[in-house]
């Protein structure tokens, strides 16, 4: 049984890879960086993708495709405060995007038009690790409200990520989260990693963010 | 693609059903409850179960079942606190315990001598809702962190549990958290729900949980 299910799986990975690579492909004919937005439900990422919607959505033409298990309610929350796209993917129940699913999302999106998609995927910490989207970067969110070791917890997801942003630092003084112990255990799965520590409630850090999302087109923007 | 996947799945989560079945026989024999606590991660699984373990680890004869998906930190955390058994499951990275996975951990345990096992599933509040494990209730904890509409937004989850523990309620000054609409999007989804609400930093609601696991094997204890 367990043979079957990971001959199964594995070539379910393999196909989606191919589809990643196409989305890849497709965005990097238009010019287009993705990042894959990953989190715990809760850590932050709809609310963060709402201010950083109202401050950069036109400047950056910046479309969103946020997946949810059973609703559209962060698409909804995101369109109240953007003229710019939002795409909602319904899941069905399924823990994680797939890159079928971003693809499909794509054919709705004017890509001419857009520079960056953010994606944010189903709230969850293991399973959307091992699903590539076709994305440049991926960024997880770690709110203080959280324990320091889920990336000891939840390697997979660490190992594969670029950039993690530490959120709802503004409740720093009310939770026992020590910020650098948290940081030390990201840096023992991932060396790479590089760090964001934001609060989308006071606006503490979050020029940081806008500058990491700017210098994420540059490149490919040319400016 | 998909239809194979979903054959497969089928399959395994009738043999999971079957396996829980066996579960739920081998604790009913042995007058033995388990509850499933489930969760996002950082909701605070394991600095509550500190606290009860403290308090009624003893008297009720508590084990602890720790699902995690690389360490064991959990159950180490855990175990500097009771001289009472806490057993890990490693899932290797998988999202959930299933049934096989308890049963195994049951051979660990000395049934006999225990009256309440608790089952710290791995936090991931998609995944685990599919997986019956043998366990007589589902406890989610719920924390005042996260969003509202988790409930709406992973239904699953509260469809199929029984209780939902609203956690951290120390931090409700500090966070824009509305307990009444989170109660009342819990009951559009699941109206036979129970909750109880606690922080188990200042100790407020804890009476009530520990009075909720006694009132859980109250029955089989004939007490």
Redesign the interface.
């Known amino acids: ?1 367990t043979v ?2 990971i001959e ?1 799986r594995e ?2 990975m393999a ?1 989606n890879d191919e589809l990643a690579a196409g989305v890849r492909a497709r965005l990097a004919e238009h010019g287009v960086v993705a990042l894959n937005l990953m989190s ?3 850590s932050g990422k ?1 609310t963060l993708l709402e201010r950083t919607l109202a401050v950069l959505g036109e400047p950056l033409d910046i479309a969103v495709v946020t997946g ?4 559209q ?2 698409a909804d929350r995101l369109a109240a405060h953007t003229a710019r796209l939002v795409q909602a993917v319904v899941t069905g ?3 994680h995007l797939d890159a079928l699913q971003l693809s499909d999302a794509l054919d709705h999106i004017d890509l001419g038009k857009t520079r960056l998609i953010i994606v944010e995927n ?6 959307p690790a091992s699903w590539d989207l076709g994305e440049k970067s991926r960024v997880i969110l770690f ?1 203080v ?3 320091e ?2 990336p ?5 997801m660490f190992e594969k990520a670029d950039w993690v942003v530490i959120t ?1 630092t ?2 720093l003084p ?3 989260f020590d910020v650098e112990r948290a940081v030390r255990y990201c840096l023992q799965i991932n060396p790479r990693l590089q760090f964001i520590h934001i609060s989308a ?1 006071t606006g503490h850090g979050m020029n940081a963010w806008f500058d990491f999302l700017r210098q994420s087109i540059r490149p490919l923007a040319g400016v």
Chains 1, 2 share one sequence.
């Open positions: 049984m079957r299910t199964v070539r379910v196909r715990s439900p809760g709809t949810d298990c059973q609703t309610n962060d129940g399924a823990c189903v709230g969850n910490l293991v399973c709110a409200t959280e324990g070791d889920k000891l917890k939840y390697p997979k709802k503004d409740l009310h939770v026992p409630m």
